[in-house]
């Protein structure tokens, strides 16, 4: 099956800085790649996904980037705010295959 | 709210004990998926069913894990005589069969004590 990895597992930013999270694939096949947010005691919420035809997405201050030569993607929030403070899970799934596997997560944490 | 709901959203137990959580999906999806999440990781696929069939069990499923989803709406998912690994937060998901996006649940908070 897939397996995913994510780097750093926390993360401190000022206030208005950006962060960067980066995840890698093992399984070449994989070719969704979603990106969810999971605040304390609440459900993780789907932020961004891309998909593997695509190499760079943007929403507002979220951007998801892909490299599929080198199996890893990435997630960017420029301009940080307080409210990004939270969990943040990447996923990948195997073309065909409906589920998604998670990294680890990484709590990012906005300094006012 | 229309989303994803699951009920209840904390039990707690004593070891041997079954329980039972229940999933309602977002009506119109017809995929339904359950997954486990211990602190600190993501959460990890433990089963889905696309309608009624359940199309894969993770191999994470021991015998004492049941689920099921008898009309293609709701789904339940049984564990019998826990242990206390068994704590963690089970989140249900559902979506379209034609998409991959995922929608979560709150999740069941297990407590085995």
């Known amino acids: 099956g897939e397996n995913v990895e994510q780097h750093p597992s926390t993360l401190s930013v000022q206030e208005g800085d950006s962060a960067v999270i980066k995840c890698t694939y093992s399984d070449s096949a994989s070719n969704y790649f979603p990106w969810y947010k999971q605040e304390l005691g609440k459900r993780p919420q789907l932020i961004i996904d891309?998909?593997?035809?695509?190499g760079e997405k943007k929403d507002q201050r979220i951007a998801v980037t892909l490299n599929k030569t080198a199996k890893h993607f990435s997630l960017h929030i420029t301009e940080t705010q307080p409210e990004d403070s939270a969990v943040y899970f990447c996923?990948?799934?195997?073309?065909?295959?409906?589920?998604?596997?998670f990294g680890a997560g990484t709590t990012v944490t906005v300094r006012a | 709210d229309t989303g994803v709901s699951q009920d209840p959203r904390h039990k707690i137990t004593k070891r041997g004990q079954n329980v039972t959580f229940r999933c309602d999906p977002i009506s119109e999806h017809n995929r339904l998926y359950w997954y486990r999440q211990t602190l600190g990781q993501g959460p990890e696929f433990l089963t889905y069913?696309?309608?009624?069939?359940?199309?894969?069990k993770s191999r994470l499923l021991s015998d004492r894990f049941s689920a099921e989803r008898p009309k293609g709406s709701f789904s339940t998912l049984e564990i019998q005589r826990t242990e206390q690994g068994d704590s963690a937060m089970y989140l249900c998901?559902?979506?379209?069969?034609?998409?991959?996006?995922?929608?979560f649940g709150s999740g069941t908070q297990l407590s085995v004590l």
């Open positions: 998901a559902s979506s379209l069969w034609t998409d991959e996006k995922l929608f």
């Open positions: 996923a990948a799934s195997i073309r065909g295959d409906y589920k998604l596997s």
């Open positions: 069913f696309q309608n009624e069939a359940q199309l894969e």
């Open positions: 891309i998909r593997s035809n695509v």
